[in-house]
DNA sequence: TCCCCGTGTAACAATTCCGTCATGTGGGTG
DNA sequence: CACCCACATGACGGAATTGTTACACGGGGA
């Protein structure tokens, strides 16, 4: 579980404290003290998931969130607002500007992973390297082996990647375009037709121990994975 | 297992103290007085593990342990906290800073070797100098020998280290910036590409009993030991 | 000083993987 | 029942990654 975190704090000391505490707990932080300079590194690529600061300089955090909410290509990043005490109670429609979560200051180095942890597992869960199993299929991304039924199972990179994106998102059909975007990653431009190809080599390598029923076709929509 | 052990207390009784019982037991010391002057050392190299006294003139040992912990070249050294009393706050706070372990004065030379050990097998089990074996290859660091299915192997230094690694973190994938890390150490200046030549050394020293295919390649991501 | 060992790097070879296309297949629909 | 569209499948060339070897360099030790 370490992910790229976009620290968005106009206040030096704040700004200097969360990092820490994130960069010592494995995440790779990113800093910004505006919402204009945080776009600027959003263009360039995707955080895991965004810290914003309330009160900003310019654009205010909350007018960034509902950007970034709006917009597809950043839709779906985890976003946790920081908030001073006095804007804690009517202020809760942060939660409605799209945040994930929020906490107000001050909070502990605790708090603040516990949050964030909890942020990911329930938005991206495949950033955590917690080994996930359904119907005698294992996948534990810290060893980086797959196991089916007892045998081992040899799967390429992105067969990996994108076992793995499943089986943290079951039960729910991933259209190409989103399998892209998560599976490959942002930024690239690769035919949807390749998932097809990709889907067909992740069955091929998980016919073995027959879990290759568990990669459904839907018609006209992508693929889903079942739970059972 | 003769670690260094970087002492930082203020009070020169007690810093001798504990200094004359680590070296006695085969560690090697550096002393500093304050936390200020701890850092200029670790500036220079790296310790095994940090002995740090809680209250400290300047920089409180709490703070500078958070320091540490915040920075990624430091972060994964363990840290004992010395405090003057057992009081459970200050011990809680200790270890939300970042602390593995704590004493608290006045603790026998024993204990304090023992707590030592501890959290070296925690934290760093490779520094410890405990035998290893695994599918019937032994390595023992305190003989500095490595044994396969009963006859001896030789090593060179490097690949010596590298497999106590690999043996003491079995099951793991290891990227090639992680093995030069940990293997090769801090401060160095080395191409990830070298990692593959030293593990093609290793593997060619553990052919002769065949214990070579414990050491997997993991395509795009690193090196990964078998269990077994 | 010379030699030897260990090391890091570069160059080349060998794999493996990836993305794309051509073609086959099957289901839904009019 | 035929047609069309979406998906499946297999093959292939090229890219990316890793394996392997050779070599130069530097630091002890004889």
């Given at each position: 579980?370490n992910s790229i975190v976009l620290v968005v704090e ?50 205010s955090g909350l007018a960034y969130a509902r950007r ?72 534990d991304p810290a060893t980086h082996r797959v196991i ?81």
């Amino acid at each position: 579980m370490n992910s790229i975190v976009l620290v968005v704090e106009d206040e030096p000391a704040i700004q200097e404290l969360v990092a820490v505490n994130l960069e010592h707990a494995g995440h790779q932080v990113w800093r910004a003290s505006s919402a204009e300079e945080a776009d600027a590194m959003v263009r360039d690529a995707l955080p895991d998931v965004i810290l914003l600061d309330w009160m900003l300089p310019g654009t205010s955090g909350l007018a960034y969130a509902r950007r970034l909410r709006g917009t597809e290509r950043t839709r779906r990043i985890p976003i946790i607002m920081l908030t001073a005490r006095a804007e804690e109670r009517d202020k809760i429609e942060g939660l409605e500007s799209g945040a994930d979560d929020y906490l107000t200051k001050p909070f502990s180095p605790k708090e603040l992973l516990a949050r964030i942890k909890a942020v990911l597992r329930r938005r991206a869960p495949e950033l955590t390297d917690d080994a996930v199993e359904i119907a005698g299929l294992r996948l534990d991304p810290a060893t980086h082996r797959v196991i089916g039924d007892g045998r081992e199972i040899a799967l390429g990179p992105t067969e990996f990647r994108m076992l793995h994106f499943f089986m943290t998102h079951p039960e729910r059909v991933h259209s190409r375009a989103q399998l892209l975007d998560r599976v490959w990653g942002d930024h690239v431009f690769v035919e949807e037709r390749t998932v097809d190809v990709h889907i067909r080599r992740l069955r091929q390598a998980l016919e073995a121990s027959g879990h290759d029923r568990l990669i459904e076709t839907v018609r006209s929509s992508g693929y889903r994975m079942r739970a059972a």
